[in-house]
Nanobody
């Protein structure tokens, strides 16, 4: 079993920055891929960024060049640095773990993720 606790988020003006953190416990952190997803009101949960056990990274096109995902295996944590935020980035952000991903893999589908953090609201005002 894996428990995920998120922190960060909040309200920011367009063009601003926020950093999200996700701390994992309950299982060796290096044995799973991690992902950040977001869900806006009335929409499905969508892929933002993922990082494999090997450190390979994939970003969704809307956030490329603005968001950075990273992981600290010593701290059992994954982060999402969000710069140049825009109103369309407003959503509840979730971190997730994929326990079945291969060493070099990280799925962009939320259905492949086994456990989720509690979610954190990010609101970007124009």
């Amino acid at each position: 079993q894996v428990q995920l606790v998120q922190s960060g988020g909040g309200l920011v003006q367009a063009g601003g920055s926020l950093r999200l953190s996700c701390a994992a416990s309950g299982r060796s952190f290096t044995t799973y891929a991690m992902g950040w997803f977001r869900q806006a009101p009335g929409k499905e949960r969508e892929f933002v960024a993922v990082i494999s056990r090997a450190g390979g990274i994939t970003y969704a096109d809307p956030v490329k060049g603005r968001f950075t995902i990273s992981r600290d295996n010593a701290k059992n944590a994954v982060y999402l640095q969000m710069n140049l935020l825009q109103p369309e980035d407003t959503a509840v952000y979730y971190c997730g773990v994929d326990l079945r991903a291969g060493y070099f893999s990280a799925s962009r589908s939320s259905r492949d993720y086994d456990h989720w953090g509690q979610g954190t609201q990010v609101t970007v005002s124009s």
